[in-house]
C-alpha cells in the first residue's frame, strides 16, 4: 500500500461525506432527509476507521464504530419512527429554495477551501485538506439548521454538523481518545435532549415546524 | 483522601444520583443546599493545599478565584432556590417530579462548571462547557409553557452551533500543539502550550481563535451571538436566571481568556485584544439601547447582562495591569450583584405574579424589604458608588482615558445610556402607586443581602491579600 493510495481513499471518503452534504441539502422529504443522513454516518464511520489505518491507531477503530452504529443505524431508526408516530411524510418548506441554498453552499465550500489551505504551512497537506473537507461539511451543516425550519430536519442538520466535526478530530494525528469518546457521548446526549424537545413541541402544537413556535417568544406581540 | 481539588468535582458529581433517586422535594432541596456548602468548602480550602498541574487539571491564581466565586454563588443559589420551588410547587408550575430533575441538573451544571474551571486539558474544557450550557437547557425548558419550550429550543440550537465551532477551534489548537509538543494529552495541555506558544505556526493559531471566538464568545452572550440570552433568562425559573448571568457566562469568558494567554504569548499572531474590544463595545452599547425596550423585568437584566459582559469583554480586550485589574473585578461584582437582582426580581415574580414591569408597581409600600433590596441591587449594577461595580468601572475608564481616549468615550456612553434605562425602567416598580396583589413573602432574604453587602464592601475597601491576587492574575493575563 503506498502513500498516496491511503491519501487518495482518504480523499475519496471525506469528499463523499461533503457530496453527502449538499445531498441533503435539496430533499424535500424528511425520511429521504433521514436515509441521506443515515449514508453521511456511514460514509463518516468508514473515513474514521481508513484513518484508524492509516494513522495506525486502533482506538479510532472505537469512534468509526460509535458512528456506525448510533449514528448510522440507531438515531435514524428512531428518528423514523418519531417522523412515522408524528404522521409527518409530506414535503417540508425550505425558507430559501434549492438553487440558491446550493450556491451558498458552494459558496461556503469555497471559503472552508480558502481559510484552512493557505494557512498551516506546518501541518501536512493530508490534514489540511481533511480539515477543508471538515469544515465545509460543518458550514452545510449550519446551513442546512438555518434554511429548514422543520424541528427533525434542524435535528439532522446538527448531527451533520457533527459529522464534520468528528471528521475534523479523527484527522488531527494522534488526538487523544478522551475527546473522540465525548464527541460520541455528546451526540448522544443531544439526541436525547432533543428527543425530550420534539416530543414537547409535538405535545403542546400538534406540529414540529419551529416556525409555528414564533408566535410564543418574548419578541413579538409583547416586545420584550 | 481525597483532595479538595477531587471533592470540587466529586461531591457534585455524587450529588447528581442522589438527587436523581430521591423522590421528596424537600429532602432533594436540603440536600442541593448541603452538597453545594460542601463544594463551596472544598472550593475554599483549595486556598490551603498546593498549587496543583498535571495535564489533565490545573490549579492556578485565575481559576482559583473562580472556582470560589462560582461555588459560593451556586451555594447561596441554592438557598434561594429551596425557598423559590415551594411557590412553584403550591402555584403548579412544577411537579415534585420534574423537581428531582432540577436537583439533580443543578449539580450537574455546578460539577460541569468545575471541571470546566479546573481543567487543563482544552479538550476537558470544552466538554465542561458544553454538558453545562446541556444542563441549563434542560432548566430553562422546565416550565414546559410554549414560550419556554421555545427558549429551550433556541437557546439549544444557537448553544451548539457555538459550541460545535468552539470545538472546531480546539482542533485546530490541537493540530498546531501537536507540530511542537508531539502526539498525546501534552498537545492538549494548557500550561505547556503557553510555554511553547512562541514556536507555534502563527496563522493556524489565528485562525482557530476565530472559531474559539464566535463559539465561546455565542455562550458568553456577546453581541451579535446573543440572541439566545434574554429568552433562555426570562423563561426559566429565576435560580437558573441567576447562574446563568452569574456564572455560566462567566465560565465561558475564562474560557476565552485561557486562549487569549496562549496567543498573547505569540506576537507574531492577529490582535486578539482589538478584536474583544470591538465586540466588547458592540455589546455594551447596543444592551444599553436594548435596554430601553424592555418590558418583562427578567429580560431588562438579561440585556444588562449583556451589558456587563461587553464591559468585562472591553476591559481584557484593552489588557496591561489596570484594566485587567478591573475586568477582573468587574467579573467578580457583576456576578455577586446580578444574582442578588435575581433572587429579588424572583420574590418579586411570585408574589405579584407576573414579570411585566407595567403590573409591578410601588414596591416601596407593598413590600417595603425587597423595595430596598432591588433598589440597592440597581444602584449597584447601574455602576454608582458605594458599590464595587462603580470602582471597577471607575479604574476601567480612567485607565482607558489614560490610553485610548476616543474608545472611552465610546465606553462611558454606553454606560450612561444603560444608566438612565435603568433607572427610567425601574422608577414605577419602585415608587409608583401600589397596585396587584400585596402577599407576604415566603423567602429568605440572606442570600440577597449577603451577596449586596459583599458588594458593598468590595467598593468601600479591598482586602489587601485580594488585591495582591488579582494584581498577579492580571499580570498573568498579559
Avoid: C
Avoid at chain 1, 504551512?121 to 469544515?135: G, I, N
Avoid at chain 1, 439532522?156 to 473522540?180: I, R
Amino acid at each position: 500500500m503506498t502513500q498516496s493510495f491511503g491519501f487518495d481513499v482518504a480523499h475519496l471518503l471525506a469528499g463523499s461525506m461533503l457530496v453527502l452534504s449538499f445531498v441533503l441539502l435539496y430533499q424535500d422529504r424528511i425520511t429521504a432527509v433521514l436515509n441521506v443522513f443515515a449514508l453521511q454516518a456511514i460514509a463518516l464511520s468508514l473515513s474514521v476507521a481508513w484513518q484508524a489505518l492509516i494513522q495506525d491507531s486502533p482506538h479510532l477503530l472505537v469512534t468509526a464504530g460509535i458512528a456506525l452504529v448510533v449514528k448510522g443505524i440507531v438515531i435514524p431508526t428512531a428518528l423514523h419512527r418519531i417522523v412515522r408516530r408524528l404522521g409527518i411524510h409530506r414535503e417540508i418548506e425550505d425558507v430559501i429554495s434549492a438553487g440558491p441554498t446550493m450556491l451558498t453552499g458552494l459558496g461556503l465550500v469555497a471559503l472552508s477551501i480558502l481559510l484552512v489551505m493557505p494557512v498551516g504551512e506546518t501541518v501536512s497537506v493530508l490534514v489540511r485538506e481533511d480539515l477543508a473537507f471538515a469544515l465545509a461539511v460543518i458550514l452545510l451543516g449550519l446551513l442546512m439548521m438555518i434554511t429548514r425550519r422543520n424541528a427533525v430536519t434542524q435535528i439532522v442538520g446538527f448531527m451533520s454538523l457533527e459529522n464534520g466535526l468528528v471528521l475534523a478530530a479523527t484527522g488531527a494525528k494522534g488526538m487523544p481518545l478522551v475527546v473522540e469518546f465525548s464527541v460520541a457521548f455528546s451526540i448522544l446526549i443531544a439526541f436525547i435532549v432533543f428527543g425530550v424537545f420534539v416530543f414537547r413541541i409535538r405535545e403542546r402544537f400538534d406540529t414540529v415546524d419551529v416556525s409555528a413556535l414564533d408566535q410564543f417568544r418574548g419578541e413579538r406581540g409583547e416586545r420584550g | 483522601m481525597i483532595s479538595p481539588l477531587h471533592a470540587i468535582l466529586l461531591i457534585p458529581a455524587i450529588a447528581v444520583v442522589v438527587l436523581a433517586l430521591i423522590p421528596g422535594y424537600r429532602i432533594g432541596a436540603i440536600l442541593n443546599m448541603l452538597a453545594s456548602g460542601l463544594t463551596f468548602m472544598a472550593g475554599v480550602a483549595l486556598l490551603v493545599v498546593p498549587r496543583y498541574r498535571s495535564d489533565v487539571l490545573i490549579i492556578d491564581d485565575f481559576n482559583i478565584y473562580l472556582v470560589i466565586l462560582t461555588t459560593f454563588v451556586a451555594f447561596t443559589t441554592s438557598i434561594f432556590s429551596a425557598s423559590y420551588i415551594g411557590h412553584e410547587l403550591e402555584t403548579g408550575r412544577l411537579t415534585p417530579t420534574f423537581l428531582r430533575f432540577y436537583h439533580a441538573l443543578y449539580q450537574a451544571m455546578i460539577g460541569a462548571m468545575n471541571v470546566a474551571l479546573v481543567a487543563n486539558n482544552i479538550g476537558l474544557l470544552w466538554v465542561g462547557v458544553e454538558v453545562a450550557t446541556l444542563s441549563t437547557v434542560m432548566m430553562v425548558g422546565i416550565y414546559r409553557t410554549p414560550a419556554a419550550v421555545e427558549a429551550a429550543w433556541k437557546y439549544f440550537i444557537l448553544g451548539s452551533v457555538g459550541i460545535a465551532l468552539a470545538f472546531f477551534g480546539t482542533i485546530l489548537v490541537y493540530l498546531v500543539a501537536q507540530e511542537v509538543l508531539g502526539e498525546g494529552l501534552q498537545a492538549m495541555a494548557w500550561d505547556l502550550m503557553v510555554q511553547a506558544s512562541p514556536k507555534f505556526d502563527p496563522k493556524l493559531l489565528s485562525l482557530a481563535f476565530v472559531f474559539l471566538l464566535v463559539g465561546y464568545g455565542t455562550k458568553v452572550g456577546l453581541a451579535p451571538f446573543h440572541a439566545w440570552l434574554p429568552d433562555a433568562h426570562s423563561e426559566g425559573p429565576t435560580p437558573i436566571s441567576a447562574v446563568l448571568s452569574g456564572l455560566l457566562l462567566n465560565v465561558a469568558l475564562y474560557a476565552l481568556l485561557r486562549f487569549k494567554i496562549i496567543l498573547a504569548a505569540n506576537p507574531a499572531t492577529l490582535n486578539v485584544g482589538l478584536i474583544m474590544v470591538v465586540l466588547g463595545l458592540i455589546s455594551l452599547v447596543f444592551a444599553a439601547f436594548m435596554l430601553y425596550r424592555r418590558r418583562d423585568i427578567k429580560r431588562l437584566f438579561a440585556y444588562s447582562s449583556i451589558e456587563h459582559m461587553g464591559i468585562i469583554t472591553f476591559a481584557f480586550g484593552m489588557g496591561g495591569p489596570l484594566a485587567n485589574f478591573a475586568g477582573l473585578l468587574h467579573m467578580t461584582m457583576h456576578s455577586l450583584t446580578k444574582s442578588a437582582i435575581f433572587f429579588a426580581v424572583g420574590h418579586i415574580a411570585q408574589v405579584k405574579g407576573t414579570q411585566r414591569l407595567a403590573d409591578i408597581k410601588g414596591l416601596s409600600t407593598s413590600h417595603p424589604v425587597l423595595a430596598v433590596g432591588l433598589a440597592l441591587g440597581v444602584i449597584a449594577i447601574a455602576g454608582l458608588p458605594p458599590f464595587g461595580v462603580f470602582t471597577s468601572e471607575f479604574m476601567l475608564v480612567s485607565s482607558s482615558f489614560a490610553r485610548q481616549p476616543w474608545l472611552a468615550v465610546v465606553l462611558v456612553f454606553g454606560l450612561i445610556v444603560a444608566f438612565g434605562a435603568l433607572i427610567l425602567r425601574l422608577q414605577d416598580v419602585l415608587f409608583g402607586e401600589a397596585s396587584g396583589p400585596a402577599g407576604e413573602v415566603k423567602a429568605t432574604y440572606v442570600p440577597l443581602f449577603l451577596h449586596l453587602a459583599l458588594v458593598l464592601m468590595a467598593g468601600l475597601w479591598l482586602p489587601e491579600p485580594v488585591v495582591r491576587w488579582f494584581r498577579a492574575v492580571a499580570a498573568q493575563l498579559g
